[in-house]
């Protein structure tokens, strides 16, 4: 995962954007810790101690650089692929898991032994799942304290602190500063009624790229997208509100917007929208693994920054995935646009063309789907997948290993391995999910005449594993499944 110490030095010393968020730098004559673009002079290789993880370097008693400011840098991608168990635990931190509970609590969650979830985290992190929530915790509220006008008890609440008290004192040991210190030294902001964060994301990216797939599944009613913006209904925390993801004009990532109503979840709703953008992914060694097949390199070449489209919720990816089953996309689309217009909860005030939130699993199963124009089959699959995802059997947001929920997906009525894939891909961030049955991969690679045979395409693609989701998300670029 980290790569060698004279690679981690050249990479310093040339502030090379492609490590960013790959490694830290921890300077033993200054006591912080940096990213490998960080403006500061390079220090000498003696005094440097490199980390895979923010949070192994704070837990070595670094404290975070306020030049590079490391809360800032790409989310590492140093544990994709090497632990279902870590990639799981991540994500729930990521959800706050550890604001709520301990890590016994975590462990089960993933299916996984408290000790042996923290030697992975270890192995992988370099640091305790406790030590990368507390990371966490302060990296998102010095963005906060940074990049907003929010009061500071806000501020503390909405990084998952439990008290001010216990913020004051985590901020203290990071940067050796009050909170209220460190805001003094920004330039003073006004307070408006939305609050607005930078999501970054490592280069190259094509946002444009994945908001077109986006557009092109605009579910109407709950969200709008076009080439420039993402906007979608949310229910978090007990708020229905509207949150807005805009591309930055002046960095890799995007932005986000979201409500005055929305801020105390601030850190949980990023987390999604940064799955949702995929804007973790490292696109290096995707490239470097996809552009030996001659049909993906020169799609790559109009796509180098290529994302995976995720999804704000599982649950709600998964009833489109049923809809979308032997029907066009638009199809799809008007078919949830009709059960979130029958059976979504209607927004207090309706923005745009956004008027209701999605319907959760629980109304979902008692919901009355009929004169909706679905099938008596396709009624009785999502009515199961509603009962399974509200009774906890069937977990799409995270908490179950992706095989496990493929198994429980493919046992339910209505259910196949196309719609088991897809789930796993955009719902669980699977990057080598790959439904090999899909007719577009297959006229892709052959043509709209003649397909290419679906056991022909699962032999071409085992040479793009472990990427087999981008590739899909490639050849689907442009045209409608």
């Known amino acids: 995962m980290l790569p060698a110490a004279d690679v981690c030095y050249r990479a310093l010393r040339s502030r090379d954007a492609r490590f960013d968020g790959r490694f830290f730098t921890g300077v033993a004559s200054t006591g912080v810790y940096c990213r490998p673009v960080c403006p500061a002079r390079t220090p000498l290789l003696r005094n440097c101690r490199f980390f895979p993880s923010a949070a192994a370097a704070a837990q070595a008693g670094f404290r975070p650089c306020r030049r590079c400011r490391p809360e800032a840098a790409p989310g590492s991608p140093a544990w994709q692929g090497t632990s279902a168990a870590v990639t799981r635990a991540l994500r729930l931190l990521g959800e706050g898991a550890l604001d709520r509970g301990g890590v016994d609590e975590l462990a089960a969650k993933v299916g996984a032994g408290s000790r042996h979830l923290r030697r992975l985290f270890e192995e992988h992190l370099g640091a305790s799942p406790l030590a990368v929530a507390q990371t966490r915790r302060v990296h998102f509220a010095k963005k906060l304290l940074d990049e907003t ?35 003094r030294r920004r330039a003073p902001r006004e307070m408006g009624a939305s609050l607005t964060l930078r999501l970054a994301a490592r280069p190259p990216f094509d946002g444009r790229a994945l908001l077109a797939y986006l557009a092109q599944r605009e579910l109407p009613g709950v969200e709008q997208v076009d080439v420039r913006f993402y906007r979608r209904s949310v229910a978090v925390g007990g708020e229905r509100a509207v949150i807005a993801v805009a591309l930055d004009p002046d960095a890799c990532g995007v932005r986000l917007t979201l409500p005055a109503a929305l801020v105390p979840e601030a850190a949980r709703i990023a987390a999604r929208v940064r799955r949702l953008f995929d804007l973790d992914a490292d696109p290096a060694p995707i490239r470097a693994q996809l552009r030996r097949d001659p049909a993906l390199a020169a799609r ?98 995270g908490g179950q290993a992706p095989d496990e929920v493929q198994r429980r997906l493919l046992a339910l009525p209505g259910v196949g391995p196309w719609t088991a894939e897809y789930v796993a891909l955009r719902a669980l961030g699977e990057p080598d999910a790959f439904p090999a049955s899909d007719l577009g991969l ?20 085992k040479d793009w594993q472990p990427w087999r989701g981008y590739a899909a998300v490639l050849l689907w670029s442009g045209a409608e499944r």
């Not at 006008?149 to 008290?165: D, N």
């Not at 809809?323 to 638009?330: F, P």
């Open 300 to 397: 790559l070449r109009r796509s180098p920054g290529l994302r995976v489209p995720g999804a704000w919720s599982g649950f709600e990816l998964a009833v489109r995935a049923v809809l979308g089953q032997q029907v066009t996309v638009a199809g799809a689309c008007t078919l949830a646009g009709r059960i979130a217009a029958a059976h979504g909860e209607k927004l207090e005030a309706a923005d745009g063309r956004i008027e209701r939130v999605f319907p959760g699993a629980a109304a979902l199963a008692a919901a009355d789907l009929s004169g909706l124009g679905l099938t008596r089959a396709r009624c009785d699959a999502l009515a199961a997948l509603a009962r399974a995802v509200a009774s906890g059997a069937l977990d799409l947001e």
């Open 149 to 183: 006008a929010l009061p500071i008890t806000e501020i503390a609440h909405a990084a998952g602190f439990a008290s001010l008290r216990r913020f004051n004192a985590a901020m203290k040991s990071a940067f050796a500063a009050a909170p209220r210190e460190l805001r």
């Open 442 to 461: 297959r006229r892709a690679l052959g043509s709209a005449e003649q397909p290419l045979a679906q056991q022909a395409l699962e032999q071409r693609a």
